[in-house]
């Protein structure tokens, strides 16, 4: 039965000769730009517009490394994309409940900024949002980073004599958290701060979503370049020059002094849509032919890997353009989704990480670990200057 499905992937598309494909695509991330640039290599023809209210693709699995390059290095403008591809970049948000999504079935358009749009195929990827807390003036998160850089934001906070050359905190030790910590940990090495750098976690080791041995391997390196850390901590509130904490199993509370407070405290609640094996969203139980999803905003019922990544955005981007092509041609004839996670490597600052490979007690740590982060991630920039290198 694998062995069947697997081969559907490479059966050839039957797209009509006739036919231009018109597609909108809901988000301009992994997955959005990997379905367009899917669609455009198999059916040149295809219209498609892409909706995302911001102005440049963002390499957001780079962000951390904004402590020693530029954002800018990070953005890819709309315009560019709209000139290398021939697509249509709206500024705009789109979103959908159970009834919007059936309405836009039937209808087969979709009102963006007053303008009716109408698709063959639309796809919705717009990510998922990141845990956020109400804004404080020495407190930053995720979507601070989209903006700023992190060494600008480290500058101005030393210029504006924060408390910061005294202390720095991260909270959430799960993968972005540790990633930015290492780095911060670089830019004070760099610019010869002897701020205190700590980390605060709720749970007892860090990383607990990844197999056992990065916990020790991360907690070790946080040792060796004396990295304070506070497991089974709760963040409750900054407060100016404190940060205000509980002890997760007595609910005590107590306070540490943190000039610049960075909480990194993943995803929030998935308001996901379900899709089946091929990616068509579900509504009521029901495939809505004409509509798909991908990236970190689906789950698909099939056992390829519903991981919040951009390797699992990727293959739903690309398997939901062959899909679209399939669909326009012989309906009965669509690639389910069986895509496994293939590693996942946590880098750790500039010249060390962390991963696996394979299989998940394959661990890889150091320069080979760097080293296949790097290859990913050009893989990925390869995807974005359309060629595309994934073969699985
Ligand atoms: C710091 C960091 C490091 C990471 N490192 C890795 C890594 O090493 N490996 C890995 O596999 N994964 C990594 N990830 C996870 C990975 O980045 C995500 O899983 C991936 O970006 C998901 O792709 P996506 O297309 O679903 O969403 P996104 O890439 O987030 O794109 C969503 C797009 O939709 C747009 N949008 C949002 N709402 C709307 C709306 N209502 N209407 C229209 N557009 C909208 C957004 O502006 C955005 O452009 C990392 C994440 C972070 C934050």
Redesign the pocket.
């Given at each position: 039965m694998a062995l069947k499905e697997t081969r559907l992937a490479f059966l050839p598309f039957f797209i009509s000769k006739q036919k231009k494909l018109n597609v909108v695509i809901?988000?301009?991330?992994?997955?959005?730009?990997?379905a367009m640039t899917t669609l455009l290599r198999h059916a040149p023809d295809s219209s498609i517009t892409l909706?995302?209210?911001?102005t440049h693709?963002?390499k957001?699995?780079?962000?951390?490394e904004t402590f020693r390059y530029p954002l800018t290095d990070l953005l890819v403008p709309f315009t560019d994309i709209e000139q290398r591809y021939g697509c249509r970049h709206i500024p705009?948000?789109?979103?959908f409940n159970a009834e919007a999504l059936q309405q836009c079935q039937q209808t087969q358009q979709l009102l963006v900024n007053d303008e009716l749009l109408y698709f063959d195929y639309l796809l919705i990827?717009?990510?998922?949002?990141?845990r956020t807390s109400d804004h404080v003036d020495n407190v930053l998160s995720?979507q601070d980073?989209t903006d700023t850089a992190g060494s600008e934001f480290l500058t101005q906070a030393f210029v504006r004599n924060y408390p910061t050359e005294q202390s720095i905190s991260v909270v959430g030790g799960g993968?972005?958290g540790i990633?930015?910590l290492f780095e911060i940990k670089q830019f004070l090495s760099r610019i010869k701060s002897k701020a205190i750098l700590r980390l605060i976690h709720s749970g007892d080791r860090v990383l607990e979503q990844f197999p056992r041995g990065f916990d020790t391997y991360v907690q070790t390196r946080m040792k060796e370049l004396d990295i304070a850390f506070h497991p089974n901590t709760y963040y409750r509130q900054q407060q100016s020059t404190h940060l205000l904490l509980a002890e997760k199993h007595t609910q005590k509370q107590f306070e540490l002094t943190s000039g610049l407070t960075i909480l990194?405290l993943g995803k929030s609640q998935r308001p996901s849509f379900t899709a089946n094996a091929f990616g068509q969203v579900l509504v009521d139980q029901k495939p809505l032919p004409n509509i798909f999803v991908?990236?970190?905003?689906?789950v698909y019922q099939s056992v390829g890997s519903n991981?919040?990544?951009?390797?699992?955005?990727?293959r739903?981007?690309k398997l939901v353009a062959h899909n679209m092509l399939r669909h326009s041609g012989l309906p009965g004839l669509l690639e389910p989704y069986l895509h496994p996670d293939l590693g996942?490597?946590?880098?750790l600052g500039s010249s060390d990480a962390v991963g696996w490979l394979g299989t998940e007690n394959a661990l890889v740590t150091g320069l080979p670990a760097l080293t296949l982060?790097e290859l990913?991630?050009a893989q990925y920039d390869l995807l974005l200057a359309g060629i595309d290198t994934y073969l699985v």
């Open positions: 809901i988000g301009g991330g992994y997955a959005g730009i990997a909706i995302d209210p911001k693709h963002l957001i699995t780079h962000l951390h705009a948000s789109a979103h990827a717009s990510g998922c949002e990141n995720l980073f993968a972005t990633q930015f990194l991908a990236g970190d905003c689906s991981t919040l990544t951009a390797q699992s955005a990727v739903k981007g996942y490597v946590v880098s982060k990913v991630e």
